[in-house]
């Protein structure tokens, strides 16, 4: 049973809101998001409503404050599940828009995209299998974004401003 819990306050406290499902907008519900619990699933926070802003991908487990799960700030403003993290698992970075360029395929996780590839940067790719973090920075720190299944012609259709890409992570379910 896929199911989040989040808490306005740090070490679970405060008012609390149970989550069973994409949410667009959770400011109704609390003001604010220091803890939360994730009880089942995999699920992706936004910093704004309707899926915009920062990312953060989480697992099941307790976060018992935002730095937990990489966040920013106490920003929470709408999470969807994360429905494909099963594998196989197969990915592939191009170094140009629109697929052209040199390109790589990925089946792994790459804790510094440059042990694979000389470039950082990721201009377009294709999910071909599986869900994906990309991390800005090596060793899956920095601003994260989720890739699921389809072709991402631009890095600017998975979210980011810049092509930069330090680390991969595959998403694995449970």
């Not at 294709?126 to 991402?152: M, T």
Request: aromatic letters at 14%; one cysteine or more.
């Amino acid at each position: 049973m896929e199911k989040i819990v989040f808490y306005e306050d740090r070490d679970f406290q405060g008012k609390s809101y149970d989550c069973k499902g994409d949410s667009v907008d959770l400011q109704s519900f609390i003001r604010r998001c220091n803890s939360l619990k994730v009880e089942g699933g995999w699920w992706v926070l936004y910093e704004r409503n309707n899926y915009m802003g920062y990312q953060y991908v989480i697992g099941p487990g307790q976060y018992n404050d935002y730095r937990r799960w990489m966040g920013f700030n106490d920003c929470v403003r709408s999470c969807r599940i994360i429905k494909n993290a099963k594998g196989p698992f197969k990915l592939k970075l191009f170094d140009r828009p629109n697929f052209d360029g040199q390109s790589l395929e990925l089946t792994e996780n790459a804790k510094t995209i440059q042990e694979k590839w000389v470039r950082c940067e990721v201009q377009s790719c294709k999910v071909l299998e599986g869900s994906w973090i990309f991390f800005e920075h090596p060793n899956f720190c920095g601003r994260q974004y989720l890739l699921e299944k389809g072709d991402y012609r631009h890095h600017s259709e998975w979210g980011a401003l810049k092509s930069t890409v330090g680390s991969i992570r595959i998403i694995m379910g449970l």
